[in-house]
């Protein structure tokens, strides 16, 4: 555990100028002035002979004289078997003081240097085994020796810090031991100082708080990397931590929640203890020790399990389903005999008419009597029974009200909740939707009634038109002028164009009547029996129909073929007079997620795009939805043949197919369809048929 302070203790050399000796008559005359001054201070000469000493160091270290008390071998020579030289040497300071050559060295080092020496919190050994640490500093001196002899040596001053140093080693094992103590517990635990700088965590503290030592030591709590949250969620300013509470107030703080956000996680959730701590006498702490746990675990339970609640409460009271829960009462053998009402939503009692306080607690057949008749209380013991759910639509009737009710009751434990919904209206809707059934079967049975008619009663009166003019041309020819004859001609066509227009209207109503299943349909194949039955029509234009590959889709054959062969027949005769037509048909499969695909219903998981582009007389794009309306044409019938019912035939299958058909052109360079179908279907899934109305307008031609 790192201490909230500390001191220094290395040596360090002063940096001063190589010239930095005291100067001296000679050594007796700096001796008599070591031997005047205050503190501990020794002369030693180059050889570490002492030559004088202040009284403090005598009283405090012992003086020369008290090298009799040496130890025995305290500087590696015996006393008994010293020589005369032996004890000169051990007379010295480096054999009283320097086990370890510590001092030699200092000495040396000042006096090769010439210059001041410094160190802190040395080791200074007594000739009686004793040590004490000192700061020293050694300065070098020089002088002469009576007779003219030059002599070196330094100047030694001390400083005893021997119970500073005592007391850091006695703090250092405190923090040793502390530190030990607090990486075997599982909380999280962090010291902080008086300025809020964290100084130290556990392992435990780094796994909570999902960051590592080295991100936490030195921070702040105030910094921005600290982001905290009250107990509901709420951001926790940081002047609010409750490990900063514990300095602003003085006191411990207990039990505290909050949590906090690791980088780049959702938030941790802590339980805090915060002890401030004070120096012996002190007002305000040093700093705080805190200790913490994490309860995310616990706290995301508490959350979901309030969570839980509040959204059944919600449920219960936005709901529009009448809701109840009731527990079953069981008679002496286990069998389930009544059920007591445990909980009424308000949907329930506006349509019980009953109040909530009314309900709860009664049993149901005291309160609810029909539920035995009509079959209810025999379905709600069955589900508690077997744990299968039940769900009826029932006309209950009672003195309060009298409706149409869907009923879905599931088991909870002991007993059931039953949800009721109102749909007396969806009844009635259903009823009137039967009628209205009814009557649309009705109307279009005489559709198809039409239908038969248009295909057989009107084209005999148009044959017999035709027949008979034939034959006033054939037999009577010589007699009618060529007025007459312009007129029969005109009779003709009319009956011919007649007939055509019949025609297109059954196709265009069969596109829904006369529908067959959807099955595979090979586009390649359909586009080949279409150039065959268009071979005339191209070699008399002179066209070219280029056809790519074509894939293979879910389709109706023949209104494929119908589609088709349409848009083909029209390219090939909306040509330039002065160009020969090409026909461009190309195809590619397109993912269901297109943004340029029609609206659907996501049963198809592909469409297929199919492009018939031609360089025809092309026309101006304002009219590009107007050309599928029926009978609306937008060149006359003396330059282009046709009902005007094309186009509104091919838009009628591609929306009987869930597709859609666009179209791109340009006058004089040429025209651009393009149809997009689902490429398959599930078995029996067909769109909404399209009803006649929807393309129905007024059955005139409009020639332009």
Same mark, same amino acid.
């Given at each position: ?44 000469? !180059? ?10 160091? !005598? ?111 006695? &703090? ?35 796994? %909570? ?99 839980? &609640? ?61 539920? =035995? ?28 009200? =009298?409706?149409?009710?869907? %009923? ?20 009635? !809707? ?20 039409? !239908? ?7 084209? =005999? ?154 360089? @025809? ?52 360079? @040429? ?34």
């Amino acid at each position: 555990m790192t201490s909230l302070s500390s001191s220094p203790s290395t040596r360090s050399d002063r940096d001063v100028g190589a010239d930095d000796w005291i100067a001296a008559q000679n050594a007796e005359s700096l001796a008599r002035l070591v031997t005047s001054m205050p503190g501990l201070v020794v002369l030693v000469d !180059a050889a570490g002979e002492i030559l004088a000493e202040t009284e403090s160091w !005598a009283f405090a270290f012992g003086s020369e004289a008290d090298l009799d008390e040496m130890p025995e071998d305290l500087s590696g020579v015996s006393k008994s078997k010293a020589t005369p030289n032996d004890l000169t040497v051990s007379s010295s300071f480096y054999a009283r003081h320097d086990a370890d050559g510590t001092w030699k060295e200092v000495v040396e080092t000042c006096i090769e240097k010439g210059r001041e020496s410094r160190g802190y919190e040395v080791p200074l050994r007594m000739p009686d085994g004793a040590v004490y640490y000192v700061d020293f500093s050694a300065r070098p001196w020089q002088g002469d020796r009576d007779g003219g002899t030059s002599e070196r040596g330094v100047m030694l001053h001390f400083v005893d810090r021997s119970d500073a140093h005592q007391a850091t080693l006695m &703090r250092r094992q405190v923090e040793d031991r502390f530190d030990t103590l607090i990486d075997t517990i599982s909380e999280g635990v962090l010291l902080m100082d008086e300025k809020g700088v964290f100084r130290d965590c556990n392992s435990a503290a780094e796994k %909570i708080l999902g960051r590592n030592a080295s991100d936490i030591i030195g921070s702040r709590f105030a910094d921005e990397k600290w982001s905290g949250l009250k107990q509901d969620g709420t951001p926790l300013p940081n002047a609010e931590f409750p490990f900063w509470q514990a300095v602003v107030e003085r006191e411990a703080i207990h039990d505290e929640v909050m949590g906090l956000y690791p980088p780049g996680g959702p938030p941790r959730w802590i339980r805090v203890n915060a002890q401030p701590l004070f120096e012996e006498g002190a007002i305000e702490p040093y700093g705080v020790l805190t200790c913490f746990d994490d309860i995310t675990d616990e706290q995301l339970k508490d959350e979901a399990l309030q969570t839980s &609640r509040d959204l059944l409460s919600s449920v219960l009271s936005s709901s529009l389903d009448g809701i109840m829960v009731f527990s079953a009462i069981r008679d002496d053998d286990g069998d389930i005999e009544d059920f007591e009402c445990l909980l009424v939503n308000p949907q329930a009692e506006k349509m019980v008419n009953r109040s909530s306080e009314d309900l709860v607690g009664t049993r149901m057949l005291e309160e609810m009597p029909a539920h =035995e008749e009509n079959g209810l209380f025999d379905a709600y013991v069955d589900v508690v029974t077997t744990g299968e759910p039940f769900e009826t639509e029932l006309h209950y009737t009672t003195d309060a009200f =009298e409706r149409w009710l869907q %009923i879905v009751a599931v088991r909870i434990e002991e007993g059931f909740a039953v949800t009721f919904r109102d749909i007396s209206e969806r009844k009635r !809707a259903a009823q009137a939707m039967a009628a209205t059934n009814a009557k649309l079967e009705q109307r279009n049975r005489a559709l198809r009634d039409f !239908a038969y008619i248009a295909s057989h009663d009107l084209q =005999e009166p148009l044959r017999k038109i035709g027949a008979f003019s034939n034959l006033v041309l054939e037999d009577y020819g010589d007699q009618v002028d060529e007025t007459g004859k312009h007129y029969l001609e005109r009779m003709q066509d009319a009956a011919r164009r007649m007939s055509q227009l019949i025609s297109d209207l059954l196709v265009y109503s069969r596109v829904t009547t006369r529908a067959r299943p959807f099955k595979p349909v090979d586009l390649r194949a359909v586009v080949d029996n279409v150039l065959t039955d268009l071979e005339m029509q191209i070699q008399d234009v002179d066209g070219t129909v280029d056809v790519g590959e074509l894939p293979t889709i879910d389709a109706d054959s023949t209104q494929i073929r119908q589609l088709l062969q349409n848009l083909i027949g029209n390219a090939l005769k909306f040509h330039r007079p002065d160009e020969p037509p090409v026909v461009k048909i190309r195809a590619e499969i397109v993912d269901a997620s297109d943004e340029d695909l029609p609206a659907h219903d996501g049963d198809a998981s592909a469409f297929c795009r199919i492009v018939v582009a031609d360089n @025809g007389i092309g026309f101006e794009q304002k009219y590009a939805d107007r050309i599928f309306t029926p009978f609306k044409r937008l060149h006359g019938r003396s330059e282009y043949s046709g009902t005007g019912m094309g186009l509104a035939i091919c838009r009628r299958i591609v929306e009987r197919h869930g597709g859609d058909i666009r179209v791109v052109s340009t006058p004089g360079e @040429g025209t651009t369809f393009t149809v997009q179908l689902p490429v398959d279907r599930r078995d029996g899934d067909v769109p909404n048929e399209p009803s006649v109305q929807d393309h129905a307008t007024t059955p005139t031609t409009l020639d332009e």
